[in-house]
């Protein structure tokens, strides 16, 4: 049982920071609760929703105080028309710690980077477009690049960012919004490699890049592989059947520019996981190729297990956990691990603590 319910009735004119500035409050604040105990189609994302009325407002710290022996109940998870789960990243900016393991037989790589997730815009057809940049160098096995090819990979990589991508409602990666700006970051960026490096490996190096850059299609096809973007916009938010459950192909880069396949049972639970988070589990294995099946090839065997937590309000990932393999003759495998960074204490010029998001 929650206290008394308090509202704000919303005039013309009202929009989200505008009350939220009236009541003493930041606009996230406000969201967040309204959107834990409103119904589904009041759900507000940047501003208040043309129909919405009423605001559902925090009760006074006198009223919680008066109801905290009050047993809390479970937090269900909200479905839109019962069992479609939405994705509401407007106005929504994180940072990401992203860490992987890449391993080939007796071969281990360790890659980790950090990295920011900003919302930017929604079109009228409801596709989502978010930047992405990164906030770190990316680090193999503990490691800057230091050998010529890995520092050419990373100068060029610096083109992507900041990267800006289209996602759709289902919360899925689907094109690319800035090719052209990144044509022109690759002129500005070749004439400094050229002035720095030489030789056969920076000229193989430089075709293969352009090779990537004929067309946005090609760019994408080469961003594929990019497992970081690959499972932070996977496709979740889905509609489930009534166990809340979805069959779901998944397609996953273990090797660089080869696609393997994962026939995947997709399960939401329910309630909130431990009050705080939604729970999406992905779990399925490998689907046999057609070259295994015409060749008459013993079947490889792999299997692919995800874990996602959601933010409540938002429905975007705080943190993710995945692991992949699958048996060749030697076994690849894949662990990712993404997880949403606190935020840290600056100190400005005047010495005074800040929060740095």
């Not at 994180?94 to 391993?103: D, G, I, Q």
């Not at 990144?182 to 090779?211: A, F, M, P, S």
């Not at 049972?265 to 988070?277: A, E, M, N, S």
Request: proline share 5%; glycine share 4%; charged share 30%.
């Amino acid at each position: 049982m929650r206290t008394k319910e308090k509202t704000y009735t919303i005039k013309t004119g009202d929009t989200l920071h505008k009350v939220a500035q009236e009541l003493a409050m930041t606009p996230m604040e406000l969201r967040r609760y309204h959107n834990i105990y409103c119904e589904i189609p009041d759900l507000i994302e940047a501003d208040f929703p043309s129909h919405l009325e009423l605001l559902l407002l925090p009760p006074d710290k006198s009223d919680i105080a008066e109801n905290s022996s009050t047993e809390k109940k479970p937090r269900k998870v909200g479905f839109i028309n019962g069992s479609t789960l939405p994705f509401l990243p407007s106005g929504s900016k994180k940072s990401y710690a992203v860490r992987y393991v890449l391993e080939e037989g007796d071969e281990k790589d360790t890659i980790h980077f950090e990295a920011s997730v900003k919302w930017m815009a929604l079109d009228p057809k409801g596709f989502h477009f978010f930047e992405i940049d990164r906030l770190t160098k990316t680090y193999i096995n503990d490691t800057e690049p230091d050998t010529m090819m890995e520092e050419l990979a990373a100068k060029t990589a610096e083109i992507l960012y900041p990267l800006q991508i289209v996602v759709d409602l289902t919360g899925k990666w689907i094109d690319l919004h800035n090719y052209t700006q990144i044509l022109e970051r690759w002129g500005n960026k070749k004439r400094e490699i050229l002035d720095y490096y030489e030789g056969e490996v920076t000229q193989i190096h430089i075709e293969h890049t352009e090779q990537s850059l004929t067309s946005k299609a090609a760019l994408i096809d080469s961003l594929r592989s990019d497992l970081f973007l690959r499972v932070l916009f996977n496709g979740v938010h889905v509609d489930y059947t009534s166990e809340h459950t979805f069959e779901n192909n998944i397609t996953f880069p273990l090797v660089k520019e080869e696609e393997a396949s994962f026939l995947v049972q997709q399960t939401v639970t329910p309630f909130l996981k431990d009050g705080k988070w939604i729970k999406v589990e992905q779990k399925g294995d490998y689907i046999d190729t057609d070259f295994d099946i015409d060749f008459e090839l013993d079947p490889w065997e792999g299997n692919y297990n995800a874990t996602y937590f959601l933010n409540p309000n938002s429905y975007c990932v705080e943190k993710m956990e995945l692991e992949s393999i699958i048996h060749y003759d030697s076994p690849i495998k894949a662990t990712l691990n993404i997880e949403e960074l606190k935020p840290k204490e600056v100190v400005n010029t005047n010495n005074e603590p800040q929060t740095q998001n």
